[in-house]
């Protein structure tokens, strides 16, 4: 039976816009993986992942809370949290697994970079050969770039389910306070001044009008 776990990874995206996909976070983010893969090693492919002389092949956590905790790490802020299913060799960690074959159920796409959920990927501006790798933006943040949504990422990749991390949804809902009537007297008072400034303008226009006429 396969062991679930749950992982940090970075969205990529084929060179031609046809696939979708992950690469790792540390050794392996110089290699591209699709939603069923086998872990290959960097540094020797003539042997079997994982190695118990070698750091080779996929890792995961047992728990979300410590996968989530990871993300908090300002180099992986920018990654996603996947939900695996591990299969075939594997060694048993602490907190974890280290094994050799994967496949991705579920995508959770976190916070961007301003703190507000994700909504849609864009272009990092970085990459490996083939792939270029994908920013999770809000929808502010997103606004005036060009972007791929979180359901057509899910359509190249294969279908696999691709949405907000619920935890962040949580968090900005939590964060987000209703400005107050005192806070609002300041913003009336510069609109309203504005809108005197406006007809005063106005004005002067329609007397010079009226005078040369």
């Not at 392996?28 to 079997?48: F, L, M, P, Q, W």
């Not at 909504?119 to 809000?138: E, I, M, S, T």
């Not at 306070?177 to 007297?185: E, H, L, Q, W």
Request: glycine share 10%; with cysteine.
């Amino acid at each position: 039976m396969p062991l679930r776990g749950y992982k940090l990874a970075y969205p990529v995206v084929s060179a031609d816009g046809t696939e979708a996909g992950f690469t790792g976070v540390s050794l392996g983010r110089s290699r591209a993986y699709g939603i069923t893969a086998d872990a290959e090693c960097v540094g020797n492919a003539a042997h079997h992942c994982p190695a118990t002389w070698c750091g080779c092949g996929f890792y995961c956590f047992h728990s979300l809370s410590d996968a989530r905790a990871l993300a908090c790490d300002s180099e992986f802020q920018h990654s996603v949290l996947l939900e695996v299913e591990a299969r075939g060799h594997y060694i048993r960690c602490e907190k974890g697994l280290r094994y050799s074959r994967q496949t991705v159920t579920a995508v959770r796409a976190g916070r961007c970079g301003c703190g507000w959920p994700a909504k849609a990927f864009a272009d990092a501006g970085d990459g490996l050969v083939g792939w270029r790798r994908l920013l999770p933006l809000c929808a502010a943040c997103a606004a005036s770039r060009p972007v791929l949504s979180l359901e057509e990422f899910a359509r190249l990749a294969g279908g696999v389910s691709v949405s907000r991390d619920e935890q962040a949804v949580a968090w900005a809902a939590n964060s987000a306070v209703p400005a107050s009537d005192a806070d609002m007297v300041p913003l009336l008072s510069a609109e309203a001044a504005l809108l005197h400034a406006r007809l005063d303008q106005l004005q002067s226009q329609l007397d010079r009008l009226t005078g040369e006429n």
